[in-house]
């Protein structure tokens, strides 16, 4: 199994920046890509961006430009740095496992606030 833990989340105004983390432990070699996805009250998970084991990132066009997916592998951790933050990407944020096999893993979220 693999287990997230994300962190970083809180409160910013318009146009700031925050830098979300995403904590992998258990059984690392079996992850192939981390993704983060974001939801809001009312709607659908929407995803945000991918990095692949290969580092490959791939981004959702509403945040492409601002916002960048990266690792770190000595720590086994994904970043999601957020910049020029508008009020529509207030939400709570998820960093997502895909594995080569066994079941996806998910973390508990991690609340962002984009408010003046």
């Known amino acids: 199994q693999v287990q997230l833990v994300e962190s970083g989340g809180g409160l910013v105004q318009p146009g700031g920046s925050l830098r979300l983390s995403c904590l992998a432990s258990?059984?690392?070699?079996?992850?192939?890509?981390i993704r983060w996805y974001r939801q809001t009250p009312g709607k659908q998970r929407e995803w945000v961006a991918t990095i692949t084991n290969g580092g490959t990132t791939v981004y959702a066009d509403s945040v492409k430009g601002r916002f960048t997916i990266s690792r770190d592998n000595g720590v086994n951790t994904v970043l999601l740095q957020m910049n020029s933050l508008r009020p529509e990407d207030a939400a709570v944020y998820y960093c997502n496992a895909e594995r080569y096999f066994g079941a996806a893993s998910w973390g508990q979220g991690t609340q962002v606030t984009v408010s003046s």
């Open positions: 258990g059984d690392i070699p079996t992850i192939k890509k």
